[in-house]
């Protein structure tokens, strides 16, 4: 079943969303060489907790972060840790906010330094590949015409698109139907209708789109150890068009 939310719903997702927004403007200034990814962890976790939100990736089937931290070839639910970041890193810090039970997931991928070119593109176009995706968003459009809109941007850039992980409704629980893929063909799919709230989260790497898990059984890396890209906004679904949860 798709969750279709009220304004007070919407509203309420809003708020966690802008925390999460507000967490990702705030932990920009500490993302130098030499922090701990779970120095980054702890300062997300201590500021949504101080915001009122609660950083429901903890413990969430068991993940043991308050966010996922993902570097280079790590795709996505990098686990927090010992490791220190360095020049010429990308990171991605994925993460969501509860608050008066309601979620919000956003995602969004920090250069460290400088980087080559091909990869600060990678960085760039990944985030607008998930703006191509947010353009084709609205009632009566199918959720194929997203994943068509960011894989076929994706393809034109040279990127490929990750297929095992994807989108998905969002609201009282982090995950919620439908599932929203990142490749797809125009006018496939469920019908998008006003209310639905979804995460949108293009995941594109340089290289292959072959990736696989660790043993540590979270963290998802590319087969060929090229970099991967990632953002991720909550949005709602509106008559004509889509609004962002997870902003200003
Ligand atoms: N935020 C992730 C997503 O985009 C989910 C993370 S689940 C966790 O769907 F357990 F790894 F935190
Ligand atoms: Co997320
Ligand atoms: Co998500």
Redesign the pocket.
């Known amino acids: 079943m798709i969750n279709i939310r009220s304004e007070r719903e919407i509203a309420l997702i809003k708020e966690a969303g802008h925390i999460n927004f507000l967490a990702h403007e705030y932990i920009e200034q500490f993302l130098k060489p030499g922090i701990t990814t779970k120095e980054i962890d702890e300062k997300i976790n201590d500021f949504v907790t101080k915001h009122g939100g609660i950083c429901s990736?903890y413990q969430?089937?068991g993940?043991p972060g308050y966010s996922?931290i993902s570097i280079n070839d790590e795709v996505?639910?990098g686990i927090p840790g010992k490791r220190k970041i360095k020049n010429g890193d990308i990171v991605k810090l994925?993460?969501?906010v509860r608050k008066n039970g309601y979620e919000s997931?956003m995602?969004k991928t920090y250069i460290i330094g400088t980087v080559p070119k091909e990869i600060e593109n990678l960085v760039i176009n990944t985030k607008k590949a998930l703006y191509e995706g947010l353009k084709v968003i609205k009632a009566g459009n199918k959720i194929g015409d997203i994943g068509y809109a960011i894989s076929s941007y994706a393809h034109k850039c040279g990127l490929s698109v990750v297929t095992e992980l994807v989108g998905?409704g969002i609201g009282s629980d982090?995950?919620e139907e439908p599932e929203v893929p990142n490749f797809g063909e125009k006018n496939t799919g469920k019908t998008l209708k006003s209310g639905m709230v979804l995460?949108i989260?293009p995941m594109l790497n340089l290289g292959s789109k072959e990736v696989y898990m660790l043993d540590n059984n979270?963290t998802i890396k590319t087969d060929d150890e090229s970099y991967s890209a990632h953002f991720?906004h909550t949005i709602v679904v509106r008559e004509n068009g889509c609004e962002i949860l997870t902003g200003e």
Do not use: Q, R
Request: proline residues 0%.
């Open positions: 990736c969430y089937e993940f996922c996505v639910h994925d993460f969501t997931d995602t998905h982090m995950h995460a989260e979270w991720e």
